[in-house]
């Protein structure tokens, strides 16, 4: 039985090919014995010859694109311990012994409890009904005329419905370019999520922007949401339902997060004033609060007054 | 013998006494031709004009006034820029800047030689009484415009004559003359349709008195100059808005400041809801009219508004209120200077108590780059702590020293009373 395995990487894809014993070649050409497609790698690129003391031998075959083992090109190299990575044109293999430990094995998200979000179909039929709601509420305590249910339906439309269902459909596309499967109800449900955890972000931070008089926790929710949150969570996806590393996960989500973070960062106000550093308006903390909780003690006239006095003009712009 | 002479001294009696016979706007025109000149202010690199306006020959007959909007350009870049004056026979001959009364809106400039004989002034006619504003409008020559003294308007702090006559651009500065031939004012401003102003000649008569040098020495900070005089004139403005006694206004449960001067005018700006809507609003705005030419970048400071707005709801829930009533808390000062002008804003926050009930406050300020000591200030206060009604107040004034603005916000909080 072959003691070795070559681990191609490919494409985010691995696929593994027994090494027999005795001598092995790789390249394009379709006389080896394992033929890579990749244009970089020449027609016989790679030998790899085990002998019988268990010594593996790499000898280097191209002109171009001369094989690295480890980062280093080699003419020939004995290996020593394994695994070994090798690169032969823009494609990386790993040499790996038989008995090579494998990660543990991670569940399907549909194969778990009924009471997991991502478990059962019904998760996220809930989780859309539930952000329906909560867009239909928003919309109610919004409104200030009439009360016209074709109005809520075309704000329910074009807020919720399209929205949510553009980004599960694109997001959903991407992760069938990454992983060759679909996976719609997953994706749903997490869309939804965010959409919810959203939504509570932006209450939260906008009491505690009345609560404290000041506009940090907005602006901090708005900068971390789109800098920290949103690829957060798509790396989450990404490592626990599309089953990919996580370093790759990771620079994936920074990938898909960017164009919807780039754009609305820049757009932002704080963003706007940190560019351009002058504003012709006044930014005053125009929030109000039914609740009216706030930390900042009242104060009479006179006491106003008098604090006033303190006020400097802003900063010059440069 | 003693007949003949007795008839000699009863016609020079008569002749003494008779009154001047009232010209003609001809005749107006041909005594005044060679008095008027049209002042340019031009690029010492281009050799072009940047602006034109109006004066005329006053004080010693070396001098000219016009108007300070005319050569504010000196005001900004005083190398690049220079004056000088073209007479209706086409003379020229450069001019320097002697003395400025930014609030009204004068400059008085000097020449090397004497130009001719000045022109007299004279004080208001009769409400109603003929005047003829003369000038070079649209740089087309010098023209007589024909109209009527509408009075003045108390509203621009007394320092502005209704004239019933068409001016028009070019025309600045230049002399609005009375059946006599005398000036009484000094061409400022167009509304069109014929409705323009004029500044009352004693404002001159007083430039002139006070001025002690022949030109601004080349040291003088100009824009400093300009700064100290608005602020002081603003300064003025607000210590007669403090001591007057001012209306009250109701607007449901508050009795506000109403008009606080006769330079304030209010009226109602309620917008217009549809039939759909669940709250009512009302609002009422004041501003006033008395202000000042800064200068080309900036136009006018000294504005004074104050906007009250009241909205109330028994259909609608608390959040659904509070939500709307937030919406509509984003009061800004309107004009929208550019960076080289102003500074940021700097704004802070307080709950004040005004007569029994808490408002969320905001002050801001910013100050003008090049005018020491000039600042914008914008004041809102919003009424909290009421499920189903709500109250802004919104208070600003452009290009004042801020210390001496707040005493005004102030009173305005303490004349500010809540009915339950």
């Known amino acids: 039985m072959d003691s070795l395995i070559l681990e191609i990487s490919a494409r985010g894809l691995d696929r593994y090919e027994p090494v027999k014993f005795g001598t092995t070649t790789i390249g394009r050409a379709l006389d080896n014995d394992i033929i890579l497609s990749d244009p970089t790698v020449a027609p016989h690129h790679l030998q790899i010859v085990q002998h019988s003391d268990q010594s593996i031998e790499l000898t280097n075959l191209a002109e171009i694109n001369p094989t690295q083992v480890d980062r280093q090109p080699i003419d020939t190299s004995v290996i020593g311990t394994l ?66 249910w074709s109005d809520l339906l075309k704000y329910l439309l074009r807020e919720t419905i399209l929205t949510i269902g553009g980004f599960v459909l694109a997001l959903s596309i991407l992760e069938r370019l990454l992983v060759n499967r679909w996976e719609i109800r997953q994706m749903l449900t997490s869309v939804c999520l965010i959409y919810l955890l959203f939504t509570a972000a932006m209450f939260l931070a906008n009491n505690l922007d009345y609560l404290l008089s000041a506009s940090w926790p907005s602006t901090l929710l708005h900068f971390g949401w789109y800098l920290l949150i949103v690829p957060g969570a798509i790396t989450l996806y990404l490592v626990h339902i599309s089953h990919l590393p996580r370093n790759r996960s990771l620079m994936l989500a920074l990938l898909i997060a960017s164009p919807i973070a780039m754009p609305s960062i820049l757009q932002s106000s704080q963003m706007q004033l940190l560019l ?24 009479d006239i006179d006491s106003f007054i008098e604090q006033a006095r303190q006020l400097e003009a802003g900063e010059a712009a440069d | 013998m003693r007949q003949g002479l007795f008839a000699v001294f009863l016609l020079a009696l008569f002749a003494i006494a008779a009154p001047a016979a009232a010209l003609d706007s001809k005749e107006i025109y041909q005594l005044n031709q060679d008095r008027v000149v049209q002042v340019r202010v031009l690029n010492r690199e281009t050799g072009k004009k940047s602006s034109i306006g109006s004066g005329f020959i006053v004080g010693d007959g070396r001098q000219i006034a016009t108007n300070y909007h005319v050569i504010s350009q000196i005001v900004l870049e005083p190398e690049l820029f220079y004056i000088s004056y073209i007479s209706n026979d086409g003379t020229e001959g450069e001019l320097t800047l002697a ?84 000036a009484i004012g000094i061409n400022v401003a167009t509304a069109r349709n014929d409705i323009s102003f004029i500044v009352p000649s004693r404002f001159l008569t007083e430039l002139i008195e006070r001025s002690t040098a022949e030109r601004y020495a080349d040291n003088v900070d100009l824009k400093a100059e300009v700064a100290r005089q608005v602020i002081a004139y603003e300064n003025r403005y607000i210590e007669q808005l403090l001591a007057s006694d001012w209306q009250e206004l109701n607007l449901r449960q508050f009795q506000l400041p109403g008009v606080i001067s006769p330079t304030v005018r209010c009226w109602d700006n309620s917008a217009k809801l549809n039939a759909v809507a669940r709250y009512k609003r009302y609002q009422i705005r004041c501003a006033n009219q ?14 004074l508004s104050y906007e009250y707005y009241w909205l109330e709801s028994d259909e609608l829930n608390p959040v659904q209120f509070y939500n709307l009533y937030e919406s509509l808390n ?14 940021n804003f700097n704004c802070e926050t307080w709950f004040i108590e ?67």
């Open chain 1, 83 to 148: 695994p070994v990575t090798i690169e032969i044109g823009r494609v990386q293999l790993r040499l790996l012994a038989r008995d090579h430990a494998v990660a543990a094995t991670r569940p399907l998200a549909a194969s778990r409890s009924n009471r997991h979000p991502f478990g059962h179909a019904y998760w996220a039929l809930i989780l859309v009904l539930i952000c329906l709601l909560v867009s239909g509420t928003d919309f109610f305590l919004n409104s200030y005329n009439t009360f016209k």
């Open chain 2, 99 to 182: 003395a400025l009364d930014v609030a009204h809106d004068l400059a008085l400039l000097s020449a090397e030689q004497t130009l001719g004989d000045a022109i007299q002034m004279s004080p208001l006619p009769p409400r109603g009484a003929p005047i003829f504003a003369m000038g070079n409008p649209l740089d087309l020559g010098l023209s007589i415009a024909v109209g009527t003294n509408g009075g003045i308007l108390n509203q621009t702090d007394d320092s502005r004559i209704l004239f019933s006559g068409s001016l028009n651009p070019g025309m600045s500065g230049g002399p609005t003359f009375n059946e006599f031939g005398a």
């Open chain 1, 276 to 299: 351009d550093n002058f504003s012709p308006a006044a930014k005053y903390h125009s929030n109000l609060s039914y609740m009216n909780w706030h930390l900042r003690k009242r104060v």
């Open chain 2, 290 to 303: 008395n202000h000042v030419y800064l200068d080309a970048d900036n136009h006018f400071v000294g504005r």
């Open chain 2, 354 to 420: 005004v007569s029994t009930q808490e408002m969320k406050s905001n002050l801001c300020r910013r100050e003008y780059l090049d005018y020491p000591g000039m600042s914008d200030v914008l004041f809102t206060a919003a009424l909290t702590g009421h499920a189903d009604r709500g109250f802004f107040m919104t208070l600003i004034m452009t290009g004042v020293d801020f210390d001496s603005a707040l005493p005004l916000i102030q009173k305005f909080l303490e004349e500010t009373e809540w009915t339950p």
């Open chain 2, 330 to 343: 984003k009061d800004q000062i309107e004009t929208k200077p550019g960076r080289e002008i102003v500074s």
